[in-house]
């Protein structure tokens, strides 16, 4: 029997969707040490004979390899390749750049611009802190719009209702994650026009963060993060402030091109 051309189309995005899921899970930062074909079909939700045909079709790609050690696959360094390329293409870098490196200039701590992806935020521009003691994160990191400062100031600047929507999706994905909780906290970083993190994405260190907007909708943010022995309570003030100055400059430039 003969797929018609919708249903060949649809079969082919189902393959493209596990394949991506299959790419998402290596890219998790709690799997930095990879992960067995078992494991990436428990968390995926997906039959193992399934896992292994999506890893052996991202292995003829060179997208995934497996360590022939210890069986457990990692994201292929071809990717970098294609990131490379993709974060240079984006209109955004070069504008961004030369204001995360002031910003380490004044500050002499990590500088992130974070991009929204959906129910997502990615690390799309990093500019390290020169201190030998420092935060230092993983360009192209990705991770739920409900963890992390630099992601959910982005989510607190939606409209109420893509917000509420949003939320939902993943807490459908992750049942930890306290719905209430995190719309209070959104709301709280809309009042005072900030948020921070306290050793959430990586342990003993603070995350401050300012949105980016367009239209009045956030599409990115920017964050200033470091060692929490350095970045104290009386800093963040003055922190606000600059990210608050390059957020807005971020904002007229795109505008003004837009």
């Not at 293409?89 to 070069?94: D, R």
């Not at 500050?107 to 799309?124: Q, S, W």
């Not at 003691?133 to 409900?146: F, Q, V």
Request: glycine share 6%; proline share 5%.
């Amino acid at each position: 029997m003969n797929l018609t051309s919708a249903q060949s189309g649809a079969a082919d995005t189902g393959v493209i969707s596990r394949l991506r899921q299959i790419m998402d899970l290596l890219a998790d930062p709690s799997l930095m040490n990879g992960a067995s074909a078992t494991e990436l079909s428990r968390r995926a939700h997906l039959a193992l004979p399934t896992v292994h045909r999506l890893l052996l079709q991202l292995a003829r790609e060179e997208w995934a390899y497996q360590d022939p050690q210890t069986k457990r696959w990692y994201l292929g360094l071809r990717l970098i390749t294609y990131g490379q390329i993709a974060a240079q293409k984006f209109p955004f870098v070069p504008i961004v750049q030369p204001i995360l490196h002031n910003i380490v200039g004044n500050t002499r701590e990590t500088a992130i611009f974070t991009l929204r992806e959906g129910d997502y935020g990615t690390y799309a521009v990093i500019v390290e802190s020169p201190e030998k003691l420092r935060l230092t994160e993983t360009l192209g990191m990705r991770l739920p719009l409900t963890v992390g400062a630099s992601r959910r100031v982005i989510l607190a600047f939606l409209p109420e209702q893509e917000q509420r929507a949003i939320i939902t999706r993943l807490c459908k994905v992750n049942p930890a994650v306290n719905a209430a909780a995190i719309q209070c906290e959104c709301r709280r970083i809309v009042r005072q026009g900030y948020a921070i993190s306290v050793g959430e994405v990586t342990p003993h260190t603070v995350g401050v963060t300012v949105p980016v907007l367009l239209q009045g909708r956030a599409w990115g943010s920017f964050m200033i993060a470091g060692p929490d022995t350095r970045i104290t309570a009386n800093k963040i003030p003055d922190l606000v402030q600059q990210l608050h100055h390059a957020a807005q400059h971020v904002e007229t430039v795109v505008s003004q091109n837009s």
